[in-house]
C-alpha cells in the first residue's frame, strides 16, 4: 500500500507540472538609468489554478542580471523559483499572427509556388533547347541526307528554338513580375510587424504555488546592462550683463530589446556595478627595478573650437522653461538622482534620446581670458561661483551666445575651487600679438656655459565699443638642475609666480584702446648640453 500511496503522488506531482504553462506579457512602468545599466520595473496579469503552476512572462530585456530579479507577489501565492531564460521553447505557445500578417504571409506562399511552376518550366524549355542543339550537331555529321532535306531541318531547327527562346523571355518576364509582387509583400509584412510593440527574447519563468485559483497582479524588478545616460547642457546668454540660462539636459540610450513606451524616468548619477568593497592597506615593501619611461604632456588650457556663427532657433519641442516644474532633484548620500514627472517614450534602437531635466538661472560674472603663448585669440569666461548647489554633473555644453551658435564647451564641476568658470567662446574683436623681439634676444657663449635671452612684446587691442576687463598669462621656464640658472629680467608688471612661472596681468581695456606687455628672461647652462624645450 506504502508503494502503491508513493506512486500516485509521483503521478500527482508530475500530472501537475506538465499542465499547460500560462504565458502573459510584462508592461515596463519606470526605468531608473545609471551611467551603465537601468533599473527596470514593470507589471504583469496572469490567472492561476490552485496548486503549483508555471507563469512565463514575456516582453522583458534581452540581457538580465537574474541575482538582481525580485518579484511581488500578493500574499496568497509563494514564488518557487525564478529563471531568467532567452531559449524557451513550449508546444503550448500559441501562435499571435495577426489577421493581416497571415493574409500577406498566404499571399507570399501562393506566389512561391507560382515561381517554382515557372522554374520547372524554364528548365523543360532548356533541355528541349540542348537537346535541339546536340540533334543538329547529329544531323550535320550525317552524309545521308540530300540538300532539301537538310535545308528542311534547318528551318525547322530555327522556327523550333526562337519558339523555346520566345517562350524562356515570357517566362523570366513573369518570374520578375513576381519577384517584385513578393518583394513588396515581404515588406508589407515588415511594415506590420513594425507596427506592433516590438518584443524581446527575454522570458522569465516562474513557478508559483496557490490555494486559492485567482487572477493575480505580479510587480518585477531588474537590472540590465544595455542602458546609460549622460548628461550635457545649453548655455545661453544674450550679453555679458544677463545671468546664464542653463538648460539640463541627458541623452538617454537604450537597447534592451523592448521599447519604453510612456514610462516614468529617473536619472541617476550611481553606478550599481561598481565595487563596493572599502580598500584596505597591505604592507608596503620597496625592491629594486628598472626605471620607467613616462610621456609627459602638459595640457595648458581645454580651448572651445568655433564653428562659424550660426544663428540658434529658440523654440525647441516643448516649453523648456516649464520642465523644472516637472523634475525632482534628490540629493542623496552616495549620488544625485532627477525624478521625471513626463512619461517618455525611448526605443530599444541604440540611439542617443533627449531628456530635459531642469532649467536654471546662473548669476555669473564675465571676464576675457587669454594665454597668447598658446592661442592668439581671447575667450570669453563666465565665472559663477557656489555652482555646487546646483547638482552639475561632467558633461558637454553648447554654447549659445547673443542668440548664436558659437561651438562647445566642457562643464566639469568635480574640482576644488570655489568658482566654476565656463567657456563661452572666442571673441574676433579683441585683436591679440606675441611677437619675439629680435634685438632684445640672441645668444652669448661664456667660457663652459651657453647664455640665451629671450624677449617678448604682448599687444592687445580691444576693437569693441565697450570696455573690457582680461585676465592675461604667459610664463618664463623653470630649472629643476643645477646647472640651469634662469633670471627673470622683465616681468612686464605682472604678478610672477617663481614656483610655476606663471605671469599674470588683470588688464582693463577701454573701447579702442590698445596696450603692450614686455617680458624678458635669460638661461644660462653648460655649453655641451642641449635643452629640447627651449
Do not use: C
Not at 500578417?101 to 523543360?124: H, Q, T, Y
Not at 558633461?395 to 568658470?421: C, H, R, W
Amino acid at each position: 500500500m506504502k508503494r502503491i500511496f508513493s506512486l500516485l503522488i509521483v503521478l500527482v506531482s508530475a500530472i501537475t507540472f506538465a499542465q499547460k504553462p500560462i504565458f502573459t506579457s510584462a508592461k515596463i512602468k519606470s526605468a531608473t538609468i545609471y551611467s551603465n545599466s537601468a533599473e527596470l520595473n514593470h507589471t504583469a496579469s496572469a490567472t492561476i489554478p490552485s496548486g503549483t503552476s508555471e507563469i512565463v512572462i514575456k516582453n522583458v530585456a534581452d540581457y538580465v542580471n537574474e541575482n538582481t530579479i525580485q518579484i511581488g507577489a500578493p500574499a496568497n501565492v509563494t514564488v518557487l523559483s525564478v529563471q531568467f531564460t532567452r531559449n524557451f521553447i513550449s508546444e503550448y505557445e500559441i501562435d499571435e499572427s495577426n489577421p493581416m500578417i497571415k493574409k500577406v504571409r498566404d499571399s507570399i506562399v501562393l506566389i512561391e509556388k507560382e515561381m517554382g511552376k515557372i522554374a520547372n518550366e524554364k528548365v523543360s524549355y532548356s533541355k528541349t533547347i540542348d537537346l535541339l542543339d546536340k540533334n543538329q550537331n547529329v544531323a550535320g555529321q550525317n552524309s545521308g541526307l540530300n540538300v532539301t532535306e537538310l535545308i528542311k531541318l534547318v528551318d525547322y531547327y530555327r522556327a523550333k528554338r526562337n519558339e523555346l527562346s520566345n517562350l524562356v523571355d515570357v517566362l523570366i518576364e513573369k518570374e520578375n513580375k513576381l519577384k517584385d509582387k513578393l518583394s513588396k509583400l515581404n515588406s508589407k509584412l515588415e511594415l506590420n510587424t513594425q507596427k506592433q510593440e516590438k518584443t524581446s527574447q527575454g522570458k522569465l519563468v516562474l513557478q508559483v504555488m496557490t490555494d486559492v485559483a485567482s487572477s493575480v497582479n505580479l510587480d518585477i524588478n531588474y537590472l540590465t546592462n544595455n542602458a546609460s545616460w549622460s548628461p550635457f547642457y545649453d548655455l545661453r546668454a544674450d550679453n555679458i550683463n544677463s545671468p546664464i540660462n542653463l538648460m539640463y539636459k541627458a541623452k538617454v540610450v537604450q537597447n534592451t530589446g523592448i521599447d519604453w513606451k510612456k514610462v516614468k524616468l529617473t536619472l541617476s548619477s550611481g553606478n550599481p556595478n561598481q565595487n563596493n568593497t572599502a580598500p584596505i592597506l597591505q604592507a608596503w615593501f620597496l625592491r629594486y627595478g628598472y626605471p620607467r619611461t613616462y610621456n609627459n604632456s602638459n595640457v595648458v588650457m581645454n580651448s572651445v573650437a568655433i564653428r562659424g556663427a550660426v544663428s540658434y532657433d529658440k523654440k525647441v519641442e516643448m516649453d523648456e522653461s516649464s520642465i523644472s516644474n516637472y523634475t525632482t532633484i534628490n540629493e542623496n548620500q552616495l549620488n544625485v538622482s532627477f525624478d521625471i514627472d513626463i512619461p517618455y517614450d525611448i526605443l530599444s534602437n541604440g540611439k542617443a534620446h533627449s531628456v530635459a531635466l531642469k532649467d536654471l538661472k546662473l548669476p555669473a560674472t564675465y571676464k576675457y581670458y587669454a594665454v597668447p603663448k598658446v592661442e592668439k585669440e581671447a575667450f570669453l569666461l563666465a565665472e559663477i561661483s557656489e555652482y555646487s548647489k546646483f547638482n552639475l554633473l561632467p558633461g558637454e555644453a553648447n554654447i549659445i551666445f547673443e542668440g548664436m551658435y558659437v561651438g562647445k564647451t566642457m562643464i566639469n564641476p568635480n574640482q576644488t575651487s570655489d568658482t566654476l568658470n565656463l567657456s563661452m567662446g572666442r571673441d574676433k574683436k579683441i585683436a591679440i600679438k606675441r611677437e619675439k623681439i629680435a634685438d632684445k634676444s640672441g645668444t652669448k657663449f661664456l667660457s663652459g656655459y651657453k647664455e640665451q635671452t629671450f624677449t617678448y612684446d604682448i599687444t592687445i587691442k580691444n576693437n569693441k565699443k565697450e570696455a573690457i576687463e582680461m585676465l592675461l598669462k604667459d610664463q618664463y621656464p623653470i630649472s629643476t638642475d643645477k646647472e640651469i640658472t634662469i633670471e627673470l629680467l622683465d616681468n612686464g608688471k605682472a604678478k610672477a609666480n617663481p614656483e610655476t612661472g606663471i605671469l599674470t596681468w588683470d588688464v582693463k581695456l577701454g573701447a579702442g584702446e590698445t596696450k603692450k606687455f614686455r617680458i624678458s628672461y635669460k638661461v644660462k647652462y653648460p655649453k655641451d648640453k642641449f635643452i629640447d624645450n627651449l
